[in-house]
């Protein structure tokens, strides 16, 4: 590797340049005013600013979800694995496409919680609502692939009455 090749790697490695004056504060590029460097939002138009880490805190980008919100998931995909028989009577497609349905899920109720907060006629409201009636659709496909009929767990006869007898 050249000098040049290794001076172009560190370059790459390099923290992106600040965005403000200098001085380590951020510019908001709605309105042009100067932030602290540590700001997430602009504090004259709360728009968010660049780096900010609000979207791992709040919504459908945050690092950890809702603990309610995971059990309904979880509870969902336990309730279509035992419909359909167990896990281990369900082939492994069915299986993948039982576990996205309840990612779904998750998205559903993220997206039906910002409605709640916001209200319909805010912009992040009009998002929400859009992105929930898109998760509501493939909701609905996954579940049609699935088939909403209860099916049987298939039991072997003789081992059951087998255990019987003892």
């Known amino acids: 590797m050249t ?11 390099e923290p992106f340049p600040k965005n403000g004056p200098g001085d380590g504060s951020k510019t908001c590029a709605r309105c ?6 540590d700001a997430g939002r602009c504090a004259s138009c709360q728009s968010w600013l660049t780096a900010n880490q609000g979207a791992r805190k ?3 980008f945050a690092k950890y ?5 995971l059990l309904s998931a979880d509870e969902l995909l336990m309730g279509v694995l035992s419909d359909k028989g167990g896990a281990a009577e369900m082939p492994t497609l069915q299986r993948s496409l039982a576990a996205k349905l309840a990612g ?3 998205l559903i109720n993220l997206n039906k919680q910002v409605i709640v ?5 805010t912009p992040a409201g009009r998002k929400a609502h859009d992105r929930y009636l898109q998760a509501l659709d493939r909701f609905v496909q996954f579940a049609g692939l699935l088939g909403l009929q209860r099916e049987a767990k298939r039991v072997d006869l003789a081992r059951a009455l087998s255990g019987l007898s003892r």
Not at 32 to 37: K, L
Not at 65 to 69: A, R, S, T, V, W
């Open 3 to 13: 000098e040049a090749d290794e001076r172009s790697l560190i370059d790459q490695t």
């Open 32 to 37: 042009g005013s100067d932030n602290d460097s």
């Open 58 to 60: 709040h919504g459908s």
């Open 65 to 69: 979800q809702p603990d309610d919100i």
């Open 104 to 106: 779904v899920d998750i």
């Open 117 to 121: 907060a916001e209200g319909v006629e």
